[in-house]
């Protein structure tokens, strides 16, 4: 039977529960124990892959195809698992299965209620993870904060679970924030009293309280949030606010939430060994050198858009010793030919993204990338990009473009495959979650894996046009990724340039802070090699991998 850690948040949205999860999870791993996590989403969105980047950052997608949570994508790098669609439930999907089986008569003409047929429905989700992933434990996130209206169900169901699965069966964390006020020059825990008072008024009476704050946290304070919200000493863990998230798992871990979480579950758990993590944070704190990469997109101002690119490339960073800085450009800025914030950058990231808004700055900043030799990775319709910017500037074909963004074009050199077929009908559906790609021999993708295939994570309907192959390899671009049938175009380079390389799905879902991807590790390699020779001293050695395994993908 799995035992089940629920994770609540208190005082403010966005204090670090995905991350304190993750990490949670990251520490019991640490311990032997095998640990899958699930997202509860409180919102009506069936999922967030229609939701906008602006409403809701990233959408993560799974190895099944799920379009998730962007707290997924953390659960993933912390865990260093793959997680599936049973991870991520929303309000949505309940309501959808609950009025599924009530059109179908599952419910013989019952009255349909929250309670027990909203609660039994998310009870069951919850359970599907355990008796699916087969996990020992099984950590829930509940998004939001409590006292939201939309979250009462989940909050209601967990305190079901909380009776049914016995005494030592489930443990219950609150994140709160303690805010700091420069007036008094304190923190206040009150916000953290309320807090908790309106999640014991749902029954539930937590037995960790997680307070994230700012500023060091005196043992007087954590007495009072003791006895206030009726919780241990050990129970009240200080969450400072860390330079790097990576950090989270080691402070936790120093201030023995792992024992105390074992102890509440009675697990049987192997010594605590995070060794390969703190070496880890180690070489993040202690960089050698550090280089500039353009992260050029649409949704830069919000870098929760991005969050599996940005990293990535720390990743990658990690594996060179390199503190990689990042400097956000918006596409739009680079539209009229001012090309004016791509100077000094070590390299370009041309993002994934959909619609039309800023693609000819993306285009701009894949055509300076291609003519001044900088290390260039493209992203899904960073792909699309690259191969736009080579068809119009190369193969002299000025009206260039993908059909997504001008359907009457003569050259569509990206198009949906239905369009390279003959057919008229419109209605492809979306290319989601992993698929097989076989590596070309001698090229820099396959120098980079190191094996023949991998499976890697999609999201997008247009794809490589191949009328367009053979012309485009005969100037240089190339594909080095292929479906198994060589039909699609996965990943293609352009074999004169130091490193110009681009995916058409989305190898950022992959990488793991122990597991950099092998194309961000290259792509980064790359950009050391030319700051390096820019600056006319030695190449920076790399360091071997630091755990000689491959991330992306490896099938
Ligand atoms: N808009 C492009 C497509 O649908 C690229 C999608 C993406 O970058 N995820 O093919």
């Given at each position: 039977m799995p035992k089940y850690i629920f994770v609540t948040g208190g005082?403010?949205?966005?204090?670090?529960k995905g991350i304190t999860t993750a990490a949670l999870g990251r520490i019991l791993k640490s311990r032997g124990l095998s640990v899958s996590i699930q997202k509860l989403d409180p919102y009506l969105n069936v999922d967030p892959g229609t939701m906008s980047p602006y409403q809701h950052g990233e959408v993560f997608v799974t190895d099944d195809g799920s379009e998730t949570d962007l707290d997924l994508g953390h659960y993933e790098r912390f865990l260093d698992d793959n997680l599936t669609s049973t991870s991520s439930v929303t309000t949505g999907q309940i309501y959808e299965t609950v009025l599924g089986k009530e059109r179908r008569g599952d419910y013989l003409g019952g009255t349909i209620q929250p309670i027990p047929h909203v609660t039994n429905e998310i009870k069951s989700c919850i359970r599907a993870v355990g008796r699916e992933s087969g996990a020992e434990v099984v950590l829930i996130e509940v998004g939001g904060t409590v006292g939201d209206i939309e979250g009462q169900p989940f909050l209601e169901a967990i305190r079901q679970m909380r009776k049914e699965e016995g005494r030592n069966g489930t443990a219950s964390i609150h994140v709160t924030l303690l805010p700091y006020l420069g007036a008094s020059g304190e923190l206040k825990t009150k916000p953290t009293q309320h807090s908790v008072r309106e999640l014991r008024s749902m029954g539930i009476q937590p037995d960790v309280i997680i307070c994230r704050s700012d500023r060091p946290v005196a043992d007087e304070l954590k007495a009072k949030i003791s006895l206030f919200c009726d919780v241990e000493r050990e129970g009240v863990i200080p969450l400072l606010t860390m330079?790097?998230?990576?950090e989270v798992p080691l402070v936790l871990e120093e201030a023995n939430l792992g024992d105390y979480v074992v102890d509440i579950l009675q697990l049987e758990a192997a010594e605590r060994d995070l060794d390969d993590w703190r070496h880890l944070v180690d070489r993040l704190q202690h960089p050698t050198g550090e280089v500039t990469i353009a992260i050029v997109g649409k949704y830069v101002e919000l870098h929760d858009a991005y969050i599996s690119v940005r990293e990535s490339l720390t990743h990658a960073g990690i594996h060179h010793n390199q503190k990689v800085t990042i400097r956000w450009i918006h596409s739009e800025r680079l539209e009229h030919g001012?090309?004016?914030?791509?100077?000094?950058?070590d390299g370009i990231v041309v993002p994934g993204g959909f619609g039309e808004r800023g693609f000819e700055g993306k285009l701009q900043a894949a055509h300076v990338a291609r003519t001044q030799g900088i290390p260039y990775l493209g992203l899904c319709l960073g792909l699309q990009v690259m191969v736009v910017e080579a068809a119009r500037n190369?193969?002299?074909?000025?009206?260039?473009?993908s059909s997504e963004f001008a359907?009457?074009?003569?050259?569509?050199?990206?198009?949906?495959l239905s369009e390279q077929e003959g057919v008229?009908?419109?209605?492809?559906t979306m290319r989601l979650g992993a698929y097989p790609c076989e590596l070309v021999p001698g090229t820099r993708a396959h120098q980079a894996y190191g094996v023949a295939e991998v499976e890697e994570r999609h999201r997008h309907r247009y794809e490589f046009n191949n009328a367009y192959r053979e012309a485009l390899a005969g100037i240089g671009i190339v594909a080095s990724g292929l479906s198994p049938d060589g039909q699609l175009v996965e990943i293609c380079e352009n074999t004169g340039h130091p490193f110009m390389v681009a995916t058409q799905f989305h190898p950022e879902f992959r990488s793991r802070p122990l597991r950099p991807h092998p194309l961000f590790r290259d792509f980064v390699g790359a950009v050391i090699d030319r700051k390096a020779k820019e600056l006319g001293s030695t190449a920076i050695t790399v360091p071997a991998d630091i755990s000689g395994a491959v991330a992306g993908g490896g099938s």
């Open positions: 005082v403010v949205s966005s204090v670090g330079p790097s998230i990576y001012d090309v004016s914030a791509l100077a000094g950058v190369l193969l002299g074909h000025k009206d260039a473009n359907p009457e074009t003569s050259h569509a050199v990206i198009s949906l008229t009908q419109k209605g492809a």
